[in-house]
C-alpha cells in the first residue's frame, strides 16, 4: 500500500549524447561480428537437439498457453496487456535444463507459433 | 580493554547493496545482471534513467564487456547467456529464436550459429530471431526493467557521472561514484540544500558534514586531559567504585554529560604501581564534581587522592548511527515509505491522507484535558503521514505529543517509536505517555544505565532486573552472582548475556511504546524493531542525520515536534555549521512549505512577559493560558518598577572583561548586581530553587557561581542552591523568576551570542512570574530585535537605572528601531 505519485520532470536525453551512445553501441556490435568471424572458420557442430521431455511436458498444456495475471506478482506493469508462457531451453553444463517465463504476446519470437498454433485450431 | 557488547555492531551497513545497480542502486533481483568479466562482477540494472540506454548496456559499451550472469532470485535463476549451440557469451550476438511448433525457446549467437542451415531442418525457426539487446535495452521480459518507483526512488545518474566512474574504474575498479565528487582536503564542503536529486546526493552532501563534526569533536576531547586532579573515593550502592573530582569547564571546550567515558590514571609511587581504568560519568553536580564509575574496581589505589590525570575516551557511535541511517535511507527501500522517502527529498508528492478511523475525543486518559489548538494538531497529525507541530514556549507540546502517540498505538499499527535528541526530552516524554496507561519502555545507552533517571522503572535494564518470574530466576541468579562478585566465568557470561537479550527482546516487543534518544533508536537491541509511526519532540534542536536514525526504521507516519523560532542543534565545528549543518530537518521542511501546525495557547508566562515575545516571534498569534491573577506573585515584597508588569531591565554599564581561559566574557557590575538582585528576592520570600540566572556566557556564569558564593549577603548555602545556568542549556527549563546578565558591553565590537534572535527568545520565555534583565542598552540597541525589546521595556516604564530600592526610569538615548524582527 506503499504508493506514492511524485511530480517531477522527465528528464529529456540528449539528443547528442543519444547519437553518441548509439555509434558506440554499433561499433561494439560490428567488432564482436567481426571477431566471431575471423575466430570461428569453419562450420559449427550441431548441438542443438530439443529434449524430449521438454514435448512431453507441454503436451498436456498445449492449449492452455494464456498466462498473463497467472500468478506473477513481480510484474507491475503487465497491466491488462496478456502474456504466454514459454519454456526457456538452457545447457548448465551439459544437462539440458528448461525454465518457465512469459513473454509478451506480441512479441515477434511467438509470431509463427501463435500462427501455427491457430491454424492447427482451425483444422 | 573491555569495550562492551555492542561495539562491532555497524548501523546501516548490511551487505543488502551487493547486487545493487553500481550506477542507481536498484537492487530488485529480477532487474539486475551481473557483469561476468571477472575483473569486473559489477552488477547493473535495466532501467535506462536519464540516458539513452539501460544501464546494463551503458556499462557493457562504456567498458567494453561483453558477458553477462543472471542472478539466482531472478526467474531463470543464476544463468550465464550464452549460445545454445556453440556457447558464445557475447550478449551483443545473442538473440532467442523459439521451436517452430512448440512454446521452447533458446538463446542462440548470430554469428555463425544463426546461419547453420540445417537447425531449419530441426523444428527450430530462425526466422525470427529475437535479439537479446533492443532499443539499447535488454529485453524487457528477461530483465525486467524496474518499476517507476523503483527509479524514482533510485540515485539519478546522468549519462556525464556514467562516463566518468567508467573512466575511474579503469584504474581503481572498487571506486564508487560518491568517490567522483569528494573535495579535496582544504576544499570548503558542500552546502545543504533545499531539495535533493536522490537519497545518494543527500548522502554525498551530509556525510563529508558528520564527519567534519565527528574530526572536531574527537580532536577536541582528546586533546582535554587534565592533570593533577584531587580525587574522593566512594563505593555505589551497585558496589561499584566511583571517583569523585572536580572537573572545570569553560566556552568551546569539553562539556561532560552523564554517560561520556573518561580514563582515570595514576602514574604510581613507591607505594602503588602505575593505574588506570576506564568509567562512565554517572553524575554531575552544580558545583562541578563529576561522579566517575569505574568499571574494573580492582587495583584501584584508594588510599590516594592526589595526582590523578584524566583523559576522555572518544566514541564514534553516535557519528556511526548518524551514517549509517543515512546510507539505509539510500540504499535500503524498506527504510522509509515511499511517501516518506520522497517528501524528505523535496520531491513533489501528490499529497496523501493516512486511512485511519478518528478518536472520537482526542485527549488521552491521564493527561490534561486539550485546548483547541491541541485538539486541532492531535486531529491532523493522526491523518497526514508527515506533520510539523511548533510548540512555542509552555505551550504544552509534551502533553500534546503523549495524546498523539497514545492515539497512534491505539490504532494498531504496531509499535510507536518516540525520540528526541536529550535524555531530559526522552524522559519527560515516556512519563507522559505512560500517564496515559500504555505501556512504555524507556531505552538508555548501556553508558548510562548507571545515570539516575526520573522514570528508572520504564527503563529496559530496571525492567529486565525486576521483571520478576519465575523463569527469569536464572537471570537473576546469575546478575547476583555478577554484582557480587563483579565478574562471572566465562560460561556463565556466556549464559548471562544470552539470558539477558532473550529478556530485553521479550520486554521491548511487549511495548506499545519505545523511547529513546534520536542516537539511541541505532541501538543493536533495536536492529530488528520495525516502527511505522515515529514521533520526535525536540526536533528542531538535532541535525538532520540525527533526525533520520529512527526514521530508518520503517517509517510510514512521521510527526516532527519542536520550534524552530528557539535554538537549533550546536555544532562545533565551524566549517560544517557554515555548510548548513546546523539547519534542522523540522527547519528544512518549513522552508519547503510544509506548514507548522502551531500551539498557541500558552501556560508559562505572566501576560506582560510573553507579549513581547509573541509579537516577535511568532506573528502574535500566542495567547495567554494564564491570567494576571494566576502569575500574581503574592505575599512577595520585590521593587518592580510597575507593579503589574513583573519585569524590568536594569541598565548597567560596567565593562565587558575577557575570561581567564581568554575564551569566553565576564562582567563584574552585572554579577554584583545579579548578586543584589538574588538577595532581594531571597529576603521577599522567594526560596532558591524558585529562581534560575542565565547568561549567555560560560566565564560570566562561572564567575557569578564564584561571586554569589564568596560575597552574598545571606547564608552562602542559599546561594549554592541557585541554578546559575548558560541560556542555552537553559531551552525546555523554566523558574519562577529568571535573572538575564547579557555581559557584552563594548561600543567597538559585536554583541556575539546575543545577536542571534533564537537565543533571545529562549532567554525571555523562561520566566513563570517575573524578569530581569542586565545590560548595556546602548550596545544591545544596535541590533534591530533588541533595539525594539529595548523600546517595548522603555516604553512601558521598565527600563531603569538606580539602586534596586530606588529604581528611576532610565533617560539613556538609544536610537528608534529601524525594523522589527519577525
Ligand atoms: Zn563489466
Ligand atoms: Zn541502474
Ligand atoms: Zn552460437
Same mark, same amino acid.
Given at each position: 500500500?506503499?504508493?506514492?505519485?511524485?511530480?517531477?520532470?522527465?528528464? !529529456?536525453?540528449?539528443?547528442?549524447?543519444?547519437?553518441?551512445? !548509439? *555509434?558506440? *553501441?554499433?561499433?561494439?556490435?560490428? !567488432?564482436?561480428? !567481426?571477431?566471431?568471424?575471423?575466430?570461428?572458420?569453419?562450420?559449427?557442430?550441431?548441438?542443438?537437439?530439443?529434449?524430449?521431455?521438454?514435448?512431453?511436458?507441454?503436451?498436456?498444456?498445449?492449449?492452455?498457453?494464456?498466462?498473463?495475471?497467472s500468478g506473477d506478482e513481480g510484474d507491475e506493469e503487465s497491466g491488462g496487456s496478456k502474456e504466454v508462457q514459454v519454456k526457456v531451453l538452457v545447457k548448465r553444463g551439459n544437462k539440458q535444463q528448461t525454465k518457465q517465463m512469459y513473454i509478451p504476446r506480441d512479441c515477434s519470437l511467438i509470431q509463427s507459433t501463435k500462427q501455427k498454433e491457430a491454424a492447427e485450431l482451425e483444422e | 580493554e573491555d569495550t562492551g557488547d555492542d561495539d562491532n555492531y555497524e548501523f546501516g551497513k548490511g551487505d543488502f547493496t551487493e547486487h545493487a545497480c553500481r550506477y542507481c542502486g536498484v537492487s530488485n533481483p529480477?532487474?539486475?545482471? &551481473?557483469?561476468?568479466?571477472?575483473?569486473?562482477?559489477?552488477?547493473?540494472?535495466?532501467?535506462r534513467g536519464n540516458t539513452s540506454g539501460s544501464h546494463i548496456v551503458n556499462h557493457l559499451v562504456r567498458a567494453k564487456h561483453k558477458e553477462v550472469c543472471l542472478h539466482k532470485d531472478s526467474p531463470l535463476g543464476e544463468t550465464i547467456l550464452e549460445c545454445y549451440n556453440c556457447g558464445c557469451r557475447n550478449v551483443f550476438l545473442l538473440g532467442f529464436i523459439s521451436a517452430k511448433t512448440e512454446s521452447? @525457446?533458446?538463446?542462440?549467437?548470430?554469428?555463425?550459429?544463426?546461419?547453420?542451415?540445417?537447425?531449419?531442418?530441426?523444428?527450430?525457426?530462425?526466422?525470427?530471431?529475437?535479439?537479446?539487446?533492443?532499443d539499447r535495452c535488454f529485453l524487457q521480459w528477461l530483465v525486467k526493467v524496474p518499476s517507476e518507483q523503483e527509479q524514482l526512488r533510485a540515485r539519478q545518474i546522468s549519462a556525464q557521472q556514467i562516463n566518468k566512474v567508467e573512466e575511474l574504474w579503469k584504474s581503481n575498479p572498487d571506486a564508487s561514484l560518491e568517490d567522483?565528487?569528494?573535495?579535496?582536503?582544504?576544499?570548503?564542503?558542500?552546502?545543504?540544500?533545499?531539495?535533493?536529486?536522490?537519497?545518494?546526493?543527500?548522502?554525498? @552532501?551530509?556525510?563529508?558534514?558528520?564527519?567534519? %563534526?565527528?574530526?572536531?569533536?574527537?580532536?577536541?576531547?582528546?586533546?582535554?586531559?587534565? +592533570?593533577?586532579l584531587t580525587i574522593r573515593w566512594d563505593i555505589g550502592l551497585n558496589k561499584k567504585r566511583v571517583a569523585y573530582f572536580v572537573f572545570p569547564k569553560e566556552d568551546n571546550e569539553l562539556r561532560l554529560v552523564p554517560g561520556d567515558e573518561l580514563r582515570l590514571r595514576y602514574s604510581g609511587d613507591a607505594a602503588h604501581p602505575a593505574w588506570q581504568s576506564v568509567g562512565h560519568v554517572i553524575k554531575l553536580t552544580a558545583q562541578e564534581e563529576v561522579a566517575l564509575e569505574l568499571r574494573a574496581s580492582q587495583g584501584v589505589p584508594a588510599d590516594v587522592n592526589h595526582g590523578f590525570s584524566v583523559d576522555f575516551v572518544w566514541k564514534s557511535t553516535s557519528f556511526d548511527r548518524m551514517q549509517g541511517a543515512m546510507k539505509a535511507f539510500a540504499v535500503d527501500e524498506t527504510s522509509v515509505s515511499g511517501y516518506i522517502y520522497h517528501h524528505l527529498l523535496g520531491h513533489e508528492v501528490e499529497v496523501q491522507m493516512v486511512r485511519n478511523t478518528l478518536p472520537r475525543r482526542f485527549g488521552a486518559p491521564g493527561l490534561p484535558e486539550l485546548n483547541a489548538s491541541q485538539v486541532f494538531a492531535v486531529k491532523s497529525v493522526l491523518?497526514?503521514?508527515?506533520? $510539523?507541530?511548533?510548540?512555542?514556549?509552555?505551550?504544552?507540546?509534551? @502533553?500534546?505529543? /503523549?495524546?498523539?502517540?497514545?492515539?497512534?498505538?491505539?490504532?494498531?499499527?504496531?509499535?510507536?517509536?518516540?525520540?528526541?535528541?536529550?535524555?531530559?526530552?526522552?524522559?519527560?516524554?515516556? %512519563?507522559?505517555?505512560?500517564?496515559?496507561?500504555?505501556?512504555?519502555?524507556?531505552?538508555?545507552?548501556?553508558?548510562?544505565?548507571?545515570?539516575?533517571?526520573?522514570?528508572?522503572?520504564?527503563?529496559? =535494564?530496571?525492567?529486565? &532486573?525486576?521483571? +520478576?518470574?519465575?523463569?527469569?530466576?536464572?537471570? =537473576?541468579?546469575?546478575?547476583?552472582l555478577k554484582d557480587e562478585q563483579g565478574?562471572?566465568?566465562?560460561?556463565?557470561?556466556?549464559?548471562?548475556? /544470552? $539470558?539477558?537479550?532473550?529478556?530485553?527482546? %521479550?520486554?521491548?516487543?511487549? /511495548?506499545?511504546? #519505545?523511547?529513546?534518544?534520536?542516537?539511541?533508536?541505532? +541501538?543493536?537491541?533495536?536492529?530488528?524493531?520495525?516502527?511505522?509511526?515515529?514521533?520526535?519532540?525536540?526536533?528542531?534542536?538535532?541535525?538532520?542525520? %540525527?533526525?533520520?536514525?529512527?526514521?530508518?526504521?520503517? /517509517?510510514?507516519q512521521v510527526v516532527l515536534v519542536g520550534d524552530h523560532c528557539q535554538l537549533g542543534p550546536v555544532i562545533m565545528c565551524k566549517k560544517a555549521a557554515r555548510a548548513g549543518l546546523a539547519q534542522s530537518l523540522f527547519e528544512r521542511l518549513v522552508l519547503l512549505g510544509v506548514k507548522p501546525i502551531r500551539l498557541q495557547v500558552q501556560y508559562r508566562m505572566h501576560p506582560a512577559l510573553s507579549e513581547f515575545p509573541s509579537n516577535s516571534f511568532y506573528e502574535g498569534t500566542l495567547q495567554n493560558g494564564v491570567t494576571i491573577n494566576e502569575r500574581q506573585s503574592s505575599g512577595i515584597d520585590f521593587p518592580w518598577p510597575v507593579p503589574n508588569r513583573p519585569m524590568f531591565f536594569y541598565v548597567q554599564m560596567g565593562q565587558e572583561e575577557i575570561s581567564a581561559s581568554g575564551t569566553s566574557y565576564l562582567n563584574r557590575t552585572e554579577a554584583a548586581n545579579v548578586e543584589k538582585i538574588v538577595t532581594t528576592f531571597l529576603r521577599s520570600g522567594v526560596v532558591p530553587s524558585q529562581i534560575g540566572v542565565i547568561t549567555p556566557y560560560e566565564g560570566q556564569r562561572a564567575y557569578i557561581v564564584n561571586y554569589?558564593?564568596?560575597?552574598?549577603?545571606?547564608?552562602?548555602q542559599l546561594y549554592k542552591e541557585i541554578e546559575v545556568a548558560s541560556v542555552d542549556s537553559f531551552q525546555g527549563r523554566e523558574k519562577d523568576y529568571i535573572i538575564l546578565s547579557c555581559v557584552r558591553s563594548n561600543e567597538h565590537q559585536g554583541i556575539?551570542?546575543?545577536?542571534?534572535?533564537? &537565543?533571545?527568545?529562549?532567554?525571555?520565555?523562561?520566566? &513563570?512570574?517575573? #524578569? @530581569?534583565?542586565?545590560?548595556?542598552?546602548?550596545?544591545?540597541?544596535?541590533?534591530?530585535?533588541?533595539?525594539?525589546l529595548l523600546t517595548h521595556y522603555k516604553e512601558h516604564e521598565c527600563l531603569v537605572e538606580g539602586p534596586l530600592n530606588n529604581l528611576k526610569q532610565s533617560m539613556v538615548q538609544f536610537p528608534k528601531p529601524k525594523k522589527i524582527y519577525n
Amino acid at each position: 500500500d506503499d504508493e506514492v505519485h511524485v511530480r517531477q520532470k522527465v528528464a !529529456e536525453v540528449d539528443p547528442q549524447e543519444e547519437a553518441d551512445f !548509439e *555509434l558506440d *553501441l554499433k561499433a561494439v556490435m560490428q !567488432e564482436s561480428m !567481426e571477431q566471431r568471424r575471423q575466430e570461428l572458420r569453419g562450420r559449427p557442430t550441431l548441438n542443438m537437439m530439443i529434449p524430449m521431455n521438454v514435448f512431453e511436458g507441454s503436451i498436456k498444456d498445449h492449449h492452455g498457453r494464456v498466462g498473463g495475471d497467472s500468478g506473477d506478482e513481480g510484474d507491475e506493469e503487465s497491466g491488462g496487456s496478456k502474456e504466454v508462457q514459454v519454456k526457456v531451453l538452457v545447457k548448465r553444463g551439459n544437462k539440458q535444463q528448461t525454465k518457465q517465463m512469459y513473454i509478451p504476446r506480441d512479441c515477434s519470437l511467438i509470431q509463427s507459433t501463435k500462427q501455427k498454433e491457430a491454424a492447427e485450431l482451425e483444422e | 580493554e573491555d569495550t562492551g557488547d555492542d561495539d562491532n555492531y555497524e548501523f546501516g551497513k548490511g551487505d543488502f547493496t551487493e547486487h545493487a545497480c553500481r550506477y542507481c542502486g536498484v537492487s530488485n533481483p529480477a532487474c539486475v545482471v &551481473r557483469c561476468n568479466v571477472p575483473s569486473c562482477r559489477k552488477w547493473f540494472c535495466n532501467s535506462r534513467g536519464n540516458t539513452s540506454g539501460s544501464h546494463i548496456v551503458n556499462h557493457l559499451v562504456r567498458a567494453k564487456h561483453k558477458e553477462v550472469c543472471l542472478h539466482k532470485d531472478s526467474p531463470l535463476g543464476e544463468t550465464i547467456l550464452e549460445c545454445y549451440n556453440c556457447g558464445c557469451r557475447n550478449v551483443f550476438l545473442l538473440g532467442f529464436i523459439s521451436a517452430k511448433t512448440e512454446s521452447v @525457446v533458446v538463446l542462440l549467437c548470430r554469428e555463425p550459429c544463426l546461419s547453420v542451415n540445417a537447425l531449419k531442418d530441426m523444428n527450430w525457426d530462425l526466422s525470427q530471431w529475437c535479439p537479446l539487446i533492443d532499443d539499447r535495452c535488454f529485453l524487457q521480459w528477461l530483465v525486467k526493467v524496474p518499476s517507476e518507483q523503483e527509479q524514482l526512488r533510485a540515485r539519478q545518474i546522468s549519462a556525464q557521472q556514467i562516463n566518468k566512474v567508467e573512466e575511474l574504474w579503469k584504474s581503481n575498479p572498487d571506486a564508487s561514484l560518491e568517490d567522483l565528487e569528494k573535495p579535496g582536503v582544504d576544499d570548503e564542503p558542500q552546502s545543504v540544500v533545499l531539495k535533493y536529486e536522490d537519497a545518494y546526493q543527500y548522502q554525498n @552532501v551530509f556525510a563529508p558534514l558528520i564527519k567534519l %563534526e565527528a574530526d572536531y569533536d574527537k580532536m577536541m576531547k582528546e586533546s582535554q586531559s587534565k +592533570d593533577n586532579l584531587t580525587i574522593r573515593w566512594d563505593i555505589g550502592l551497585n558496589k561499584k567504585r566511583v571517583a569523585y573530582f572536580v572537573f572545570p569547564k569553560e566556552d568551546n571546550e569539553l562539556r561532560l554529560v552523564p554517560g561520556d567515558e573518561l580514563r582515570l590514571r595514576y602514574s604510581g609511587d613507591a607505594a602503588h604501581p602505575a593505574w588506570q581504568s576506564v568509567g562512565h560519568v554517572i553524575k554531575l553536580t552544580a558545583q562541578e564534581e563529576v561522579a566517575l564509575e569505574l568499571r574494573a574496581s580492582q587495583g584501584v589505589p584508594a588510599d590516594v587522592n592526589h595526582g590523578f590525570s584524566v583523559d576522555f575516551v572518544w566514541k564514534s557511535t553516535s557519528f556511526d548511527r548518524m551514517q549509517g541511517a543515512m546510507k539505509a535511507f539510500a540504499v535500503d527501500e524498506t527504510s522509509v515509505s515511499g511517501y516518506i522517502y520522497h517528501h524528505l527529498l523535496g520531491h513533489e508528492v501528490e499529497v496523501q491522507m493516512v486511512r485511519n478511523t478518528l478518536p472520537r475525543r482526542f485527549g488521552a486518559p491521564g493527561l490534561p484535558e486539550l485546548n483547541a489548538s491541541q485538539v486541532f494538531a492531535v486531529k491532523s497529525v493522526l491523518q497526514k503521514p508527515i506533520s $510539523l507541530i511548533q510548540g512555542p514556549p509552555g505551550t504544552g507540546k509534551t @502533553v500534546t505529543s /503523549a495524546a498523539i502517540v497514545y492515539h497512534m498505538a491505539k490504532q494498531g499499527q504496531g509499535q510507536v517509536l518516540v525520540c528526541a535528541p536529550s535524555n531530559v526530552a526522552v524522559d519527560q516524554l515516556a %512519563e507522559k505517555i505512560s500517564a496515559t496507561g500504555l505501556k512504555v519502555v524507556r531505552l538508555c545507552a548501556k553508558s548510562r544505565e548507571a545515570v539516575s533517571s526520573p522514570v528508572e522503572h520504564l527503563t529496559l =535494564h530496571y525492567q529486565v &532486573r525486576h521483571l +520478576d518470574t519465575s523463569e527469569k530466576s536464572e537471570l =537473576h541468579k546469575l546478575q547476583q552472582l555478577k554484582d557480587e562478585q563483579g565478574e562471572l566465568s566465562s560460561s556463565d557470561e556466556k549464559k548471562y548475556k /544470552a $539470558l539477558k537479550r532473550a529478556t530485553e527482546r %521479550e520486554i521491548s516487543q511487549s /511495548a506499545d511504546v #519505545i523511547c529513546c534518544t534520536c542516537v539511541g533508536a541505532g +541501538d543493536p537491541r533495536l536492529a530488528n524493531f520495525r516502527f511505522r509511526q515515529v514521533l520526535i519532540d525536540e526536533s528542531t534542536q538535532a541535525t538532520e542525520p %540525527e533526525c533520520l536514525i529512527p526514521l530508518v526504521l520503517g /517509517a510510514k507516519q512521521v510527526v516532527l515536534v519542536g520550534d524552530h523560532c528557539q535554538l537549533g542543534p550546536v555544532i562545533m565545528c565551524k566549517k560544517a555549521a557554515r555548510a548548513g549543518l546546523a539547519q534542522s530537518l523540522f527547519e528544512r521542511l518549513v522552508l519547503l512549505g510544509v506548514k507548522p501546525i502551531r500551539l498557541q495557547v500558552q501556560y508559562r508566562m505572566h501576560p506582560a512577559l510573553s507579549e513581547f515575545p509573541s509579537n516577535s516571534f511568532y506573528e502574535g498569534t500566542l495567547q495567554n493560558g494564564v491570567t494576571i491573577n494566576e502569575r500574581q506573585s503574592s505575599g512577595i515584597d520585590f521593587p518592580w518598577p510597575v507593579p503589574n508588569r513583573p519585569m524590568f531591565f536594569y541598565v548597567q554599564m560596567g565593562q565587558e572583561e575577557i575570561s581567564a581561559s581568554g575564551t569566553s566574557y565576564l562582567n563584574r557590575t552585572e554579577a554584583a548586581n545579579v548578586e543584589k538582585i538574588v538577595t532581594t528576592f531571597l529576603r521577599s520570600g522567594v526560596v532558591p530553587s524558585q529562581i534560575g540566572v542565565i547568561t549567555p556566557y560560560e566565564g560570566q556564569r562561572a564567575y557569578i557561581v564564584n561571586y554569589m558564593s564568596r560575597n552574598g549577603a545571606l547564608r552562602q548555602q542559599l546561594y549554592k542552591e541557585i541554578e546559575v545556568a548558560s541560556v542555552d542549556s537553559f531551552q525546555g527549563r523554566e523558574k519562577d523568576y529568571i535573572i538575564l546578565s547579557c555581559v557584552r558591553s563594548n561600543e567597538h565590537q559585536g554583541i556575539g551570542f546575543l545577536n542571534d534572535p533564537r &537565543r533571545l527568545n529562549v532567554a525571555l520565555t523562561r520566566a &513563570r512570574y517575573g #524578569i @530581569v534583565i542586565l545590560g548595556n542598552p546602548k550596545v544591545l540597541s544596535k541590533q534591530p530585535l533588541w533595539n525594539s525589546l529595548l523600546t517595548h521595556y522603555k516604553e512601558h516604564e521598565c527600563l531603569v537605572e538606580g539602586p534596586l530600592n530606588n529604581l528611576k526610569q532610565s533617560m539613556v538615548q538609544f536610537p528608534k528601531p529601524k525594523k522589527i524582527y519577525n
